[in-house]
């Protein structure tokens, strides 16, 4: 509710003491437990994976983040930061553990939560402040943790705060947006958003919007969600504009020229933590109200189909095809492939009986096998770039072309300058008619 923005201006909350403890250490959590112990608090990371508890007490950092390995380190070597299996006594709880969906319902699984809220209910003491970052359904907190945590026999509200907080940060910037960034927190009352608004607002520049559990749960998952949406509307544009034969990618420059649109880019799917997950969240509270939600996901789901279709096309004439893909990651730039595109358009053209080889000298881990540039170009047909990497514009052309046995390229993402033209290569661009 909006009226705790003014009124906690007023509302006093006793000094808490300064030790934290953080449930899960993947993406968000670990980069929170670093964060909070270098600025001052006692942190304790739990995971329950005891091998990143092992691995993390032998300074190997298992996430892979621009000045994350310095941060976790140093925080580390404080001593203000110590990792384990369990959790202990706390000031402070703080959740961050995934809410991952069934790929086949799109149910969301909160076992992780519900398991994490249990895990420190031996530990729960009288003033304690317990936060949930992880993404959820609306309602999770109120249906969910809450009535975990009155098993505590401690008063929920009186006795033990609770306040939500959800991340807000891109892969590849965590560090400078978790603290640049703006942060909705969410309080069950009063003071338990006073006391989350002290405790983030040691390290957040952002500012601090404070509002009721609930209506924080759905922002987070309204703010993905539009994006979505909005990529799916760019990715209708793209089809309608291939059938009447225009520039996609023109129009939408020209149309964001207008002071109030923005619309987003085509591409050949939805991928990353978010965007491909969070609508779920929103569908499955209301399956009644979401249409316009299911038709997003289901036209971006469809991306990959789409795209596969076009090589299939485009390569209908080749005896055996061989395609190369540039980039698997689900966004350029980014070394992430979690929900990528690319998984399944892979997964497709071999169905349909294509050799496909990958290159992205970004990313470490994939399900298929990633190859060195010259081992993918060998003999090839086709490059499809389904990731946007800057580095591709700065490969040899020419070495490329000679080892290419046709010079196909299909640009998913509009992304190769000129020069590829220039020396013989046919771009077929996605979205260009």
């Not at 050799?355 to 081992?375: I, T």
Request: hydrophobic share 40%.
């Amino acid at each position: 509710m909006l009226y705790l923005r003014t009124a906690l201006d007023n509302t006093r909350v006793d000094a808490m003491n300064r030790k934290i403890c953080i449930l899960g250490l993947g993406y968000v959590g670990l980069p929170t437990a670093s964060m909070f112990a270098t600025h001052g608090y006692d942190v304790v990371g739990v995971d329950v994976n005891e091998d990143i508890v092992k691995n993390m007490e032998k300074g190997n950092i298992p996430i892979k983040e621009p000045g994350l390995e310095t941060l976790v380190l140093a925080a580390l070597k404080s001593n203000r930061l110590k990792v384990q299996a369990k959790p202990e006594k706390a000031d402070v709880f703080i959740i961050c553990v995934p809410t991952p969906i069934n790929e086949a319902t799109k149910e969301p699984d909160l076992s992780y939560v519900k398991s994490a809220t249990e895990s420190i209910l031996p530990y729960l003491e009288k003033g304690n402040l317990v936060v949930l970052e992880s993404t959820v359904p609306p309602l999770t907190t109120q249906n969910i943790v809450i009535p975990i945590l009155k098993k505590s026999d401690l008063k929920v509200g009186e006795e033990i705060s609770v306040a939500y907080c959800p991340e807000r940060v891109l892969p590849g910037k965590i560090l400078t947006e978790f603290v640049k960034n703006d942060r909705i927190i969410g309080g069950l009352d009063k003071k338990s958003a006073q006391m989350a608004k002290e405790l983030y607002g040691s390290f957040v520049e952002g500012n601090l919007h404070l509002t009721e559990i609930t209506c924080a749960e759905m922002v987070k998952l309204m703010e993905n969600t539009f994006r979505d949406v909005n990529i799916a509307l760019a990715n209708e544009f793209m089809k309608i504009s291939e059938r009447i034969g225009i520039d996609v990618w023109e129009a939408i420059i020209l149309a964001n020229k207008h002071p109030r649109v923005d619309i987003h880019r085509p591409g050949p799917g939805v991928g990353g933590h978010c965007i491909a997950v969070d609508p779920w969240f929103i569908i499955n509270t209301d399956v009644e109200d979401t249409n316009l939600i299911k038709s997003a996901r289901k036209t971006n789901d469809e991306m990959p189909g789409y795209v596969a279709g076009i090589v299939e096309n485009e390569l209908k004439d080749i005896e055996k095809p061989v395609v190369t893909v540039f980039g698997v990651a689900y966004k350029g730039n980014f070394r992430d492939t979690r929900q990528s595109p690319a998984k399944e358009v892979i997964s497709i053209l071999l169905d349909i009986g294509f050799e496909v080889r990958a290159y992205d000298p970004l990313v470490e881990d994939f399900p298929y096998e990633l190859m060195p540039l010259d081992k993918a170009l060998d003999g090839s047909d086709c490059i499809l770039i389904l990731a946007n990497h800057r580095l591709f514009n700065n490969l040899d052309t020419k070495t490329i072309f000679s080892l290419m046995r046709n010079k196909k390229i299909i640009d998913t993402m509009n992304s190769l300058s000129s020069n590829w033209i220039e020396n013989g290569f046919s771009v077929r661009k996605l979205g260009n008619g």
